[in-house]
């Protein structure tokens, strides 16, 4: 189906009413069809496209390196805010950047915890356990 009749993953994932990721796995020594491959005016807006985005998300990432670097010293003088750093640097999620979360069950530890973590941020934070659903709380 592939070489021969020239379809796409999507296509034959939909013919064999399997998963695009079985599919591809099956396929995935094959060469593309002509047709599939990008033209080299689809890939360079692409590239440009993803050059944007990066550029985009390093000023924002940059943006808030100077705002932490400016306001650390304000936060530092409070001792509970040195507890939190220590406390996220042995028990939080550091695996990406974009997520920060602590893992414990001590109430007083979620309760430092989830002070500072509002502080720091405008988005609601979420909640998980082994025992209970993602809740998430408004500001």
Known sequence: MRVERRLTIDQIAERLAVSRTTVYYWIRDLPAPVEVTHSGRRQAARRKATRA???????????????????????????????FVAL???EGYKRSRHTASICNSDPAVLQLSTRWLRCLTHRPLTTRSSTTRTRTWPR
């Open 53 to 83: 985005m990066q550029r985009t998300y390093r000023l924002r990432r940059e943006a808030a390196y100077r705002e932490g670097e400016e306001r650390f010293d304000e936060l530092a003088r409070d001792p509970t805010f040195r507890d």
């Open 88 to 90: 996220y640097i042995a």
